[in-house]
């Protein structure tokens, strides 16, 4: 007995069939009609109800596929071709990406393994309206099929299909094929954390390799890198359908004491067996776990079509909320250390030359400064160095006033920063020449080849230079570096608005031209002009914005910057939502802020929604824990798809679209992008290493720590500080808000404060970050720091990063007031909005605190 949203449902192997001809499955929101033919039963007609009317679903079907092989299907790569031409896809440069592109070109993947048994059953009931049951006999096996309206769902129906084997072997159930979507009717389709588009896309690997289209193939993807487990197609009559496996029939990434990510048991495509569009399921995966059946045993299948009268976002949060209960994991969160306490232990670890692998070396006559990097540099002998947020360093040593930072980290790395900047004339002239220095050969190199990407110069001159002239704006030569970068970036700027992907450094030949350059390089431009106020920046990147809306945005396809993979879609899809919005703000241009909104829905599906997390216990490296204290729900890829590093390594716990989706749920009200945020931020204890509050960057790696990424404890102190920033303006309505920065580069869309007042409910204030000012009892309490020194006051922001209301108490030490180490509390006032509400007792500066769930509390302190 399965059951389904409180419902019970049997399957019986033995059925007392009637002799009708037609049977109809209907309720409030679905009316489905099979017909029987000469070859059995097929699905006739398919009515979806709309708000006002009844929509006909085209091409009804009604089709299903088992598939068999007597034998282990084959594990050898398939060569592929294109034109009659051998691919030689990727690379073998691409070292890491090699493994998993033989992988998923293997024949069970590409969807030719074994044997296709298609058929329209024979055999057709109806029990009482409410349930459907068909069954066939095959050459392999017998089959059963269930189908109901879910009670629950009125537009959801709920199928269960059982097989009895009558030969040994290894089998697969294929969800039939409700209805087929001509390539014309195609509104969309979506494979989630896969591919999407409107189109079928003929070049294989642009599509299944870059997620640009949906491939011509009907290959089978891996449910390791399926965001959420719902394949769907929308056509141009308004009707989305999904098909929705049950619960429990994915892999678990961790089963009791081991790591099973890569286990695969559950098989995804936009495509029948037959290359028809239709959302496809497989259970079990040909050849893997659960498929070998001996002669009488049974297997069994649970899934659900969801068939609506709207476009793919709703269906799409729809498997997310109500089937796989999102919203229910951050009931179970526990926290164990509050994010602002991280924040401050990141602070000793940063500034502590052994820990952080601070290194220093001269260049060209300067002193140069930058972190160690131990992870993979084309040409480096364990040589590389590499300073990550800029603005995150600059802003912790401003709020802290932490003279290790000012004196021996920042005039270090800010030399690293201009010299990284080729400086000699030429086609490079303003670049930067590479994101890493190698002390060894003395020289900057990028990432995986001899080659300058213009989104290179984007990131680290225009970013970070930007980022540092907000906190030094008359440094001269940054600001110089900075408008030689703009002038070469916008020389770089093509006819149409866009720019090439890299350039050879040796011939300044454009190099990957089968690709476009789907990122957001246009952010260069608009830092330049938030910076310098030259109009032709900000002309530049609105050109570059609207070329980038019409080739990316519109179609869904999305370019990475990570060179080692090359180039697989990654964060940098986050990236382009800020900027859009940011390009919006200057402008006013409605069309930026709708552009972003419609890229922050596809970045949703960068989002683990799958398995549903639990209180099972775990045996992690010897420790006990819980399931959902390892859960990868709410945590997103660095890549994903066919070849990205989730594939083998799983999200990432960098997690710096957090503030940002806060922001957007601020600004949309839809609660996906908060719900998403802190499901990332909040709870994740078990990949925090307890020595140095550095969280690993890799899911697999747990409570690794940093590793061979020393720089990223920088980018940890960037997205918790956007992340904490934006939920105090969210909770205070707008009432506490700090100016931002600009994005830090690569990872995500994090921007950096502290470089100029903000305000708390009208009064100016300065953000500051003191160890020892405030200490809370409780782990849940977060909290923010702001001073007014013109009027003697400090403001404390109390954050409850819970689901249940917060009581506590919080301790205040005045002498650890910057520039007042003998400063006396003369009034302390809890403050609103409408201001001041109520007053706290000066005799003691320990104070109780009650915050309802997920609220905010400020406290004014005159002294």
Known sequence: MIVFSGLAITCALNIGWQNINSIVLNGSGLDLRWEKSGDGWHLAG?????????????????????LYSAYQPDTAAVPLYRDNQKINFPEPVYRYITSHWAQVTQPVQLNTAGKAYHFYPKHGVQNSGKELRFSEETAVASVNASWQIDPVYAQDVLVIINIKAKKSGYFSIASPSLATVLEKELAWGLMPGYFQGAAIEKDFVKAYAYGQGIPDQPVVVRERTASTLSP?????????????????????????????????????????????????????????????????????????YSLQATDWYPVFKHAVYDIYHFKDFLALKQTAQSLTDRILAMHKYVTDDKTSMWRTETFKDLSIGAQAYLGGVLGSDKDAMKNSDYGAMWMLANIMKDSVLQQERLPFARNFKLLQQQAAPGFFEGAATGQYYLSKSKKFTEEWGPYVEPIGLTYYTLMDIGNILLFQPNDAALKAGLRKGADRLLSWQQQHGGWAIAYDHASEKKLFTELEDLRP???????????????????????????????????????????????????????????????????????YLAAAIKTARFYTTSVYTHPIPDQTLKMVKGKSLQDWEISQVGLSFEHGGSIGSANSLGPILLASHAGLFVRLFQLTKDSIY???????????????????????????????????????????????????????????????????????????????????????????????????????????????????????????????????????????????????????????????????????????????????????KVIEIEY
């Open 232 to 304: 769907l197609i929308s056509s141009k009559n308004g009707l989305t359908m999904a098909v929705i496996p049950q619960p429990g029939t994915g892999r678990n990434p961790w089963d009791k004491d081991k790591n099973t990510h890569n286990e695969w048991l559950l098989g995804l495509s936009l495509m029948n067996r037959k290359a028809a569009l239709t959302p496809t399921v497989y259970h079990p995966v040909l050849g893997q776990k659960g498929s070998y059946l001996k002669t009488g045993e049974s297997s069994s299948f649970t899934f659900r």
């Open 46 to 66: 398919i009515m979806v109800k709309s708000k006002n009317s009844w929509i006909k679903m085209p091409h009804p079907d009604g089709n299903y596929t088992l």
């Open 521 to 591: 390089t246009f952010y260069g431009m608009l830092v330049a002009y938030q910076i310098l106020g030259d109009e032709k920046y900000l002309q530049a990147a609105c050109k570059g914005a609207d070329w980038y809306i019409e080739h990316a945005v519109n179609k869904g396809h999305f370019l990475g910057v990570c060179g080692d993979t090359r180039f697989v879609p990654d964060f940098a899809t986050g990236q382009s939502i800020q900027a859009l919005l940011t390009l919006h703000e200057v402008t006013k241009n409605k069309a």
């Open 674 to 856: 908060v719900d998403m945020a802190r499901a990332a931020a909040l709870g994740r204890d078990a990949f925090v290493d307890k020595k140095t509050s550095v969280a690993s960057y890799y899911w697999t790696k747990m409570d690794a720590g940093p590793g061979s990424f020393p720089h990223h404890a920088w980018w940890q102190i960037g997205w918790i500080t956007d992340y904490l920033l934006s939920e105090t303006e969210l909770r205070s309505e707008g009432g506490i808000k700090f100016p931002r920065g600009f994005i830090t580069p690569k990872v995500g869309p994090h921007q950096s404060y502290g470089f100029a007042p903000g305000q708390v409910y009208g009064i100016p204030a300065s953000l500051m970050l003191v160890d020892g000012l405030i200490k809370a009892d409780n782990p849940y309490l977060d909290y923010t720091q702001a001073i007014n020194s013109d009027q003697k006051k400090c403001f404390l922001t109390l954050l409850n990063n819970s689901g249940k209301t917060l009581k506590t108490q919080v301790h205040f030490n005045p002498n650890k007031i910057p520039g007042s180490p003998s400063a006396k509390v003369k009034n302390a006032n809890w403050l609103t909005a409408t201001g001041k509400t109520g007053s706290l007792s000066t005799s003691s500066t320990s104070w109780p605190v009650e915050i309802a769930a997920y609220g905010l």
